[in-house]
Nanobody, 118 residues
Framework: QLQLVQSGGGLVQPGGSLRLSCAAH????????IGWFRQAPGQAREGILC????????YVLDSVKGRFVISRENGKNTISLQMNSLKPDDTAVYYC???????????WGQGTQVTVSS
């Protein structure tokens, strides 16, 4: 019953922007580690933006630095990913992720297709 439910995604032209959202159900994101991952066709899933829930330590994939922003909206119990200056190479299925500090819970969103094409 613990779930991360994603919304957003779709088709966008190169240089455009897109915002993904991930809503937590049956648990609260407070103090959770959060992150966004993606998997392009024929490639392994990779972390793109991850933030530690305790000390805000951040990991950012080099290819998205300066273009993507992760945020936590506790009032809505959601995680968001703002993607700007999108490139065709950003085309992938995007997944949100959350884990508690004790790592007793690890949740994944269902995945959302993002296609960047003219």
């Amino acid at each position: 019953q613990l779930q991360l439910v994603q919304s957003g995604g779709g088709l966008v032209q190169p240089g455009g922007s897109l915002r993904l959202s991930c809503a937590a159900h049956a648990f609260f994101l407070d103090n959770y580690d959060i992150g966004w991952f993606r998997q392009a066709p024929g490639q392994a899933r990779e972390g793109i933006l991850c933030v530690n829930g305790s000390d805000a330590t951040t990991y950012v994939l080099d290819s998205v630095k300066g273009r993507f922003v992760i945020s936590r909206e506790n009032g809505k119990n959601t995680i968001s990913l703002q993607m700007n200056s999108l490139k065709p190479d950003d085309t992938a299925v995007y997944y949100c992720n959350a884990r508690n500090s004790g790592w007793s819970k690890l949740l994944w969103g269902q995945g959302t297709q993002v296609t960047v094409s003219s």
